[in-house]
């Protein structure tokens, strides 16, 4: 999961692609979970061949606070990279975890097994 602030500063999303080529404009489509409106952003995107890992920057504006969105990237080719993004303006991302306090740990058993012959 990718985390982008509501900031209309550039910001910078890195991904690991399928190709590491790009052809034409590279594309952001983020789609909103909630409202299932698309917006396309034109990123500009650099490639590091030792990790290959590339890099997307961008002004990612009007973004929803606390909301999920998907993204494609894309270039003239095709699809590039798909995965999720929250939308939070946290910056000690250490201590945040989006599903905090929704699961528990079982600890009233001790795991023991009774076998009967």
């Not at 409202?35 to 590091?48: A, C, E, G, I, L």
């Not at 946290?90 to 009774?114: A, C, L, P």
């Amino acid at each position: 999961m990718h985390i982008l602030t509501t900031s209309s500063a550039s910001q910078d999303i890195k991904i690991k692609p399928r190709t590491s080529t790009v052809s034409g404009d590279t594309i952001v489509v983020l789609t909103s979970k909630s409202k299932r409106k698309s917006v396309n952003y034109t990123v500009t995107n650099s490639f590091n061949s030792t990790t290959n890992i590339m890099t997307l920057s961008g002004e990612f504006l009007n973004l929803i606070l606390d909301s999920y969105y998907t993204f494609v990237v894309k270039d003239d080719n095709g699809e590039l990279y798909r995965g999720m993004i929250y939308v939070t303006n946290q910056t000690d991302y250490n201590k945040y975890e989006v599903g905090k306090g929704d699961y528990i740990q079982e600890d009233s058993y001790d795991n023991e097994f009774v076998f009967l012959d």
